[in-house]
Structures are given as C-alpha cells and as structure tokens.
C-alpha cells in the first residue's frame, strides 16, 4: 500500500521560512518523480513544483520561483520543499505527490498524500 506522508506546515508570519517533508513508503521512492502542489480554500488545486528521480531537473511554479526549493533523498525516501520569504498568498493545504515522470500536470501523478496546512499571516 502506497503511502505518502505530509509534515512540516504550520502558522507563521510573512517572511518567515517553512520546510515540509514528505515521506514516502510502499513504492520504489527512486523510480517516481515527485511533486509538490497545493490548494487554497476556494481555488483549485496548483503546480508548485517537482524533481525527477535522481534530483537532477527540477522545475517551480512562477509564483514560488526564487522562494521555493524542492529537493529529495532518495535514502530516506523522502521529498523536501524549503519555503522561504513567505507570502500570505502562499497559505494553502500543501500536498505531495509520485508520478512516473517530471509533470507539472496534477493528473499525471498517480499517488497523493493528505496534505499538511501552511498559513501565512500578514
């Protein structure tokens, strides 16, 4: 059973930094490419971004290009997205999730996590 586990959100104030992890079990974490997406209250669910499976291409979302970071360990099997300078437009349920290649397309992934809440105070 595939299982991809958020953690890492919280509440903080514009400017602050965030990491969110997410790990990963009962799949072969080195042969998916991961995704980090998110949804705020209202809108659908968005791109952030996403690495291929050895880290080598990533890609991001305008709106986080230069804040944002997506990195992996394919030890531990697990995916990262450091949020710096953050936004209150930022503020969203912030998901994860495996694909078999680098997408930024939401319906190209095959498995989701539960998401963990980020809120950006201003």
């Known amino acids: 059973q595939v299982q991809l586990v958020e953690s890492g959100g919280g509440a903080v104030p514009a400017g602050a930094s965030l990491r969110l992890s997410c790990a990963a079990s009962?799949?072969?974490?080195?042969?998916?490419?991961m995704g980090w997406f998110r949804q705020a209250p209202g809108k659908e669910r968005e791109f952030v971004a996403t690495?291929?499976?050895?880290?080598?291409?990533?890609e991001y979302a305008n709106s986080v290009k230069g804040r944002f970071t997506i990195s992996r360990d394919n030890a531990k099997n697990t995916v990262y997205l450091q949020m710096d300078s953050l936004k209150p437009e930022d503020t969203a349920l912030y998901y994860c999730?495996?694909?078999?290649?680098?997408?930024?397309?939401?319906?190209?992934?095959?498995?989701w996590g539960q998401g963990t809440q980020v809120t950006v105070s201003s």
């Open positions: 999730a495996a694909a078999r290649t680098t997408t930024r397309l939401k319906n190209d992934y095959d498995y």
């Open positions: 690495i291929s499976r050895r880290g080598i291409i990533t």
């Open positions: 009962g799949l072969t974490f080195s042969m998916k490419a």
